[in-house]
């Protein structure tokens, strides 16, 4: 079973919003991540969501395609992101971790290994949840029971331009959590309207009975803070890749814990 719904539940009964950091898997070294794993998790992420470098990211803006260019650069693909998660699941098994990236690594995975075959060696690596950017509701009822059987949450996007009818076709299929795009674009993109996510999120609400995470534009401590009094989880990915991206080897976690830190206090005053 998954360890999102669990997470989410002990977070509630204590009054406290979720953190959920994304990387890019194996950016900025190839090498780092589950070292960058365990370092969120020490600055008091509660969810982590891990990018599969993709050749044509057509939702990222330029800070996560540039550091996706990179990973892919080195040779990162799904085979070394499962891999990636195996090794941090050898020093922790509670922390949950959702894939997010495109339909076409994945599919490409099967075409390599068999039907199936990514539910079941995902769940053997110890990852809880999928978000595929290009996979709409309606085309991936199928994947989203393979999915569940093999223990796994598909977890979809929401954006200010969704209807109510497209909000209750994901939640006829989504688990986990829901990811609501704050902004129109792709991410790093403009200026966060706080008032209109807070009037977004009971509409929502009204369709998604499962937490409902904000990402897109969130950059700081205060934004944070802002997001997490509507949000039941604040989604910062942008901002991260640009904190890490320059940083020596042996900074880049150190860098992080500073950053992450400073939200994890504004979530909790």
Do not use: W
């Amino acid at each position: 079973m998954s360890r999102i719904t669990p997470t989410f539940e002990k977070l509630k009964a204590q009054g406290r919003k979720a953190l959920i950091p994304y990387v890019m898997s194996g950016f900025p070294y190839a090498d780092i991540t589950p070292d960058v794993m365990h370092a969120l998790v020490a600055a008091g992420s509660d969810v982590i969501e891990l990018g599969i470098p993709f050749s044509d990211p057509m939702a990222d803006g330029p800070v996560i395609q540039k550091a996706g260019e990179k990973a892919v650069s080195f040779g990162i693909g799904l085979t070394q992101v499962l891999a990636m998660v195996s090794k941090f699941r050898q020093k922790d098994i509670n922390t949950p971790v959702v894939l997010m990236g495109y339909a076409n690594p994945i599919e490409c995975y099967e075409l390599k290994h068999g039907k199936n075959a990514f539910a079941r060696d995902a769940a053997a690596a110890g990852v809880d949840g999928l978000l595929v950017v290009d996979y709409p509701p309606e085309e991936c009822i199928e994947f989203a029971k393979t999915l569940k059987t093999a223990g796994l949450d598909l977890i979809f996007l929401l954006a200010p331009t969704s209807t109510d009818a497209r909000m209750a076709q994901v939640a006829s299929v989504a688990s986990g959590y829901v990811y609501y795009v704050s902004l129109k674009g792709v991410t790093g993109s403009g200026a966060l309207d706080t008032d209109a996510v807070k009037a977004m999120l009971p509409r929502i609400r009204k369709h998604i009975q499962i937490p409902v995470g904000v990402g897109f534009g969130i950059r700081d401590a205060a934004t944070a803070r802002a997001i997490s009094e509507s949000a039941d989880a604040v989604v910062i990915g942008t901002k991260i890749i640009q904190v890490i991206e320059d940083q020596p080897r042996d900074k880049v976690c150190e860098a992080l814990t500073t950053f992450l830190r400073e939200i994890r206090a504004a979530l909790d005053a």
